[in-house]
């Protein structure tokens, strides 16, 4: 009886789980990629991305695979996160996938531009390939002659203060560098002590993308000035009055503002976004850089001794490091150094910014395809990518040497042959990567030579600081990292 029962139960299992497969198969023809559920009809699933977008994907991504869509705000966005999806997100041309949607977010939130915004894009675009050539390998050396002495002598400020407190890693690492590039990029007539005012800013920049209440007038206050300093550079007759000089490149730029008639406050708008845009990044990575090797002291050797010998046993001297072309720095002695440059990029970035499909299209992932309907926004989810084990074994850890395998290639990011998304690809690389390498690695350079820094307030154990939740682009903190500073002994090994 036993046998007999499933012997019919055998085939309509099989019938029954064959039919299963199909309407499985078909419905996911239908649903791919599957959408989250939410309750609310035009918000969508918005409050969750805004309040905690990464760990909002994190968890979508869990249940719902590496490829989902979900609403926000009434705009449907797909999320790609595998390796071939972002690369190909990268690879679209704008005709199929626009990214003005970032340009634009920048300018409102940034510089807080509602007027005009659509002609200031235009100029704004018309910057661009300035940006391009001025920032391109061959021509960096011109524009960054100033910078490494005039870092260094930022950096030579705090010996100061160095025995005397704690001092928050933040300010220590980030307003040499910022002051040193905007002397570069801007000259001697850009005005200084701007720094508190851009770092208040730029940590108010996730609660500002994601438009939920938070208290901004600290941040508007600190945009308000920097304009008005911004506005003041912009004019040569007050600058002659006040002394100092504009770089090449600020004059270029200011030619393109009189060419399309920019009025000056306009004019202060975008130099503002494009400070942003070339500050912000940058001095994350130096930020999170120096806490990963603080926090790894055998990274921190290995890096340091990289440097001691690039000193003690291959002639470079911190003269010839100061006046050293970002082409010199590239080079096979700093190979540990600029892979924990890029780990730290690895390790920060978290995603893509989001494009517009302009029509229905297939977007390639690998094998296979995901379909696109006019109107979608793509988000690539990087951070997605550079965590996944297969892509990154021991992904979540900062390993100093991860980039460290081959031999060094002049002009090719270390990076090359790993899916790493940090500084974008394909059609759309960023910019400033050249600049952003060369100014990280000098300056790590400069501060692993000369100074000790350790955790305040004697501490010997050092823990990374917590990732602000409302994190964008790249990741933020809002923990204050207090830290002694002691010179090294040297002597005249400099
Ligand atoms: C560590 C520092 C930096 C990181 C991690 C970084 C990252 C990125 C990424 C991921 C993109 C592509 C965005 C996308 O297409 O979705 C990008 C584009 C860009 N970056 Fe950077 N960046 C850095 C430094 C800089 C600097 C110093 C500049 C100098 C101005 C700069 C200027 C630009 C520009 C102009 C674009 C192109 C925007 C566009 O085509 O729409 N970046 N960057």
């Not at 966005?77 to 970032?102: E, K, P, Q, W, Y």
């Not at 235009?122 to 910078?147: A, C, H, W």
């Not at 998304?421 to 790590?444: D, N, V």
């Not at 010997?460 to 903190?477: L, M, Q």
């Amino acid at each position: 009886m036993f046998s007999a029962v499933l012997s019919t139960i055998h085939p309509l299992g099989t019938l029954v789980s064959f039919c299963t497969s199909w309407v499985a198969f078909l419905l996911r023809e239908r649903t791919f990629p599957p959408h989250i559920p939410s309750a609310l009809p035009y918000i969508g699933s918005a409050l969750s991305y805004l309040l905690a977008p990464t760990a909002f994907l994190a968890s979508c991504q869990q249940r719902y695979g590496a490829t989902y869509t979900f609403l926000m705000g009434g705009r449907n966005f797909v999320v790609v996160s595998s390796t071939g999806a972002i690369s190909s997100v990268f690879n679209a041309n704008s005709r199929t996938l626009c990214n003005d949607l970032m340009h634009h977010q920048m300018l409102e939130v940034v510089a807080g531009v509602k007027k005009n915004q659509e002609w200031l894009h235009q100029i704004m675009m018309k910057l661009f390939p300035l940006v391009d050539k001025s920032l391109s390998r061959r021509s960096l050396g011109q524009i960054t002659e100033p910078f490494g002495r005039e870092l260094f002598s930022q950096i030579e400020k705090y010996r100061r203060v160095y025995s005397v407190k704690a001092i928050p890693l933040i300010h220590f690492i980030q307003q040499p560098l910022y002051d040193a590039t905007n002397l570069a990029i801007f000259g001697s007539a850009f005005p200084l002590d701007t720094f508190t005012d851009l770092h208040m800013l730029d940590k108010s920049v996730p609660s500002r993308f994601g438009r939920l209440p938070f208290w901004s007038r600290p941040s508007s206050r600190a945009r308000q000035r920097l304009l008005s300093h911004i506005e003041e550079y912009l004019q040569p007759d007050k600058i002659i009055m006040i002394g100092g000089e504009y770089s090449q490149f600020a004059l270029r730029f200011m030619e393109i503002f009189e060419a399309n008639d920019v009025c000056t406050p306009d004019a202060a708008r975008l130099v503002l976004t494009f400070m942003w845009g070339l500050h912000s990044n940058t001095m994350s990575t130096s930020f999170w850089l120096f806490v990963h090797l603080l926090a790894d002291p055998e990274a921190l050797k290995r890096v340091r001794a990289e440097v001691d010998n690039a000193f003690d046993a291959e002639g470079y001297t911190l003269d010839s490091l100061l006046d050293a072309d970002p082409d010199e720095l590239d080079s096979h002695h700093f190979v540990l150094l600029t892979s924990a440059i890029m780990e730290t990029m690895r390790l920060t970035a978290l995603h893509a910014a989001a494009r517009i499909a302009n029509h229905d299209f297939d977007l390639k992932d690998g094998e296979g395809s995901i379909p696109i309907k006019e109107g979608q926004y793509i988000l690539g989810n990087v951070h997605a990518a550079h965590m996944d084990e297969s892509n990154y074994p021991n992904a979540h850890n900062f390993v100093v040497d991860r980039f460290a395998d081959q031999p060094h290639q002049k002009g090719k990011l270390q990076t090359e042959g790993h899916p790493f998304y940090s500084l974008g690809g394909g059609r759309h690389p960023c910019k400033g990567r050249w600049l952003a390498i060369y100014q990280t690695k000098l300056q790590a350079i400069i501060l692993l030579r000369l100074w000790d820094i350790t955790p305040a307030n004697g501490a010997s154990e050092w823990s990374i600081p917590k990732v602000h939740g409302r994190s964008i682009g790249v990741i933020h903190t809002r923990d204050e990292v207090l830290v002694q500073l002691n010179p090294r002994q040297l002597g005249n090994q400099l």
